[in-house]
């Protein structure tokens, strides 16, 4: 390592990851937070150069070299070559740039001059006019190329901006289509609601006025759906079969009844089979006579959804019935008696 040129090995943001050599006569640490970037810790006269050179090394693979620049050291002067390499091989370090700086020996001056010697100092002189030309030129042309870098950027962000200013205009425009197709469709909401709303309110008023006709007709009524499970019901029937609300969508069959007619169930399922209507005459436990009546339960569109079981209460009609024969019975036994 005691020959190695001074080299550092920088990502492409300028940040130093590995150093080679002596770099203190090219580098020296920023004043303040510590700072490991190239930019920030290069000295005076070399920092110009290495942005425009570097971002010139970034383009493609071949290496840019510096000639002759003058590099500030702790009060003295140093010149130096220096060569930045864009590294494209091995892989683990692809993208990489490495820096490598080299001394070079600076132009003698003669601080006497003899007669004989004026044309070589006069040479002398011309090239190191010619030299501060190139590095001025050097200077020039890294400046003119970071200008144009810095338009460029200037001009792809400018492009970038005004892309996103497009693309949130056109996302500010559907958002406001959005908006305005979520306001219409929430009154649209609001007016379907309200229509149900009435549709609610009349099928309340409807089931009000079905039960209350239901009842004033004081006939005893069940509603059962196609599994003969109870549908809804009049409030008479609750003095036949002993029901209650809770017992709303239960088998009818499981309902205690007051009822001698074990064969309702039977009957039910056929009508169900038949859907034709079936009415029988039953008695009741307490002496109160029936007639039940069980008939499909037809929709608008004429589906079967189930049955009506009708309880008409016929007790009086059979006591009548009753006295009537007890009374024809007593008569002909007289008129027998008499023959």
Same mark, same amino acid.
């Given at each position: 390592?005691?020959?190695? =040129? @001074? ?5 492409e ?9 002596r ?10 937070k510590?700072n ?8 005076? +006269? ?6 425009? @050179?570097?971002?010139? @090394?970034?383009q493609?693979?071949? =290496?840019?070299?510096?000639?002759n620049i003058?590099?500030?050291t702790?009060g ?13 091989? =091995? ?18 001056k ?7 010697s ?23 042309q ?9 338009q460029?950027?200037? /001009?792809?962000t400018? %492009? ?5 200013n497009e693309?949130l205009q ?13 306001q219409?469709?929430?009154e ?5 609601n309200? %229509?149900m709303?009435?549709?609610?309110? !009349?099928f309340?008023?409807? !089931? ?8 004033a007709t004081?006939?005893a009524?069940?509603f059962l ?19 209650? /609300?809770?017992?709303? +969508?239960? =088998? ?5 009844? !007051? ?6 169930a039977?009957?039910a399922? %056929? ?9 029988? !005459?039953?008695s ?8 039940v009546?069980i008939?499909?339960?037809r929709?608008d569109?004429?589906?079967?959804n189930?049955?009506v ?17 007890k ?8 008129k027998?008696?008499?023959l």
């Amino acid at each position: 390592m005691r020959f190695a =040129p @001074a080299t550092v090995l920088i990502n492409e943001q300028g940040d130093i990851l590995y150093i080679t050599g002596r770099t203190g006569k090219y580098l020296e640490p920023s004043a303040g937070k510590a700072n490991m970037n190239i930019y920030a810790m290069a000295r005076e +006269g070399l920092s110009i150069y290495l942005m425009g @050179a570097i971002r010139k @090394a970034k383009q493609n693979y071949e =290496p840019v070299i510096l000639h002759n620049i003058k590099v500030g050291t702790n009060g003295g002067t140093q010149y130096v070559d220096v060569t930045i390499q864009h590294i494209e091989k =091995p892989n683990s370090i692809k993208g990489t740039i490495m820096i490598v700086f080299s001394d070079v020996a600076p132009i003698k001056k003669y601080k006497k001059l003899s007669a004989n010697s004026v044309v070589q100092t006069s040479d002398l002189h011309q090239a190191e006019i010619e030299i501060e030309l190139q590095r001025a030129n050097e200077e020039l042309q890294s400046t003119r190329e970071e200008m144009q870098t810095s338009q460029e950027e200037l /001009k792809s962000t400018n %492009e970038e901006l005004q892309s996103s200013n497009e693309e949130l205009q056109s996302a500010n425009e559907e958002l406001t289509t959005s908006k305005e197709e979520m306001q219409s469709l929430n009154e649209e909401l609001q007016t379907v609601n309200v %229509e149900m709303q009435c549709k609610i309110n !009349d099928f309340v008023q409807a !089931d009000n006025d079905m039960k209350n006709l239901l009842n004033a007709t004081d006939i005893a009524t069940l509603f059962l759906d196609k599994e003969l499970n109870i549908r809804s019901y009049t409030d008479k029937i609750s003095k036949i079969i002993k029901l209650r /609300k809770s017992d709303v +969508g239960r =088998p009818f069959t499981e309902m205690v009844s !007051d009822l001698l007619y074990p064969e309702i169930a039977d009957h039910a399922k %056929e009508v169900m089979r038949t859907l034709i209507f079936k009415e029988t !005459d039953i008695s009741a436990s307490d002496e109160r006579w029936f007639t039940v009546r069980i008939m499909p339960y037809r929709t608008d569109n004429d589906h079967i959804n189930g049955l009506v079981i009708t309880f008409i209460d016929i007790s009086v009609a059979k006591k009548l019935e009753a006295e009537l024969n007890k009374t024809i019975h007593l008569l002909q036994n007289k008129k027998h008696k008499k023959l």
